[in-house]
């Protein structure tokens, strides 16, 4: 079974950054795409970033995009996302996501027929003005 377990949320002031780490218990970790979603409250869940399992271009929210990256490392079957001049608007829960095809952590948030295989338990960001 796989699972994943994120960290590195907290609280930060506007302008700061932080840098959010989930870890993914699969024995073929590189066989995984893996992204970044994120819900605030009273809204749906968005993507935010998500990446191949040859470590391809990386997509990203436009929302997001330059502000932040994510990558992995096979060796620690980690993820990471390095969030920097974060904004309230940032606020929100961020969820970890894993799925043998990178198309399906694309389309999940806007495709009701397409399901992923693995999500984490989440991990809180607030910004603080």
């Known amino acids: 079974e796989v699972q994943l377990v994120e960290s590195g949320g907290g609280l930060v002031q506007a302008g700061g950054s932080l840098r959010l780490s989930c870890v993914v218990s699969?024995?073929?970790?590189?066989?995984?795409?893996v992204g970044w979603f994120r819900q605030a409250p009273g809204k749906e869940r968005e993507g935010v970033s998500c990446?191949?399992?040859?470590?391809?271009?990386?997509y990203y929210a436009d929302s997001v995009q330059g502000r932040f990256t994510i990558s992995r490392d096979n060796a620690k079957n980690t993820v990471y996302l390095q969030m920097n001049s974060l904004q309230p608007e940032d606020t929100a829960v961020y969820y970890c996501a894993a799925d043998p095809k990178l198309h399906n952590l694309v389309v999940v948030t806007t495709d009701k027929d397409v399901n992923v295989e693995v999500w984490g338990q989440g991990t809180l960001v607030t910004v603080s003005s």
């Open positions: 990446v191949s399992s040859s470590d391809d271009t990386p």
């Open positions: 699969v024995f073929t970790f590189e066989d995984y795409a």
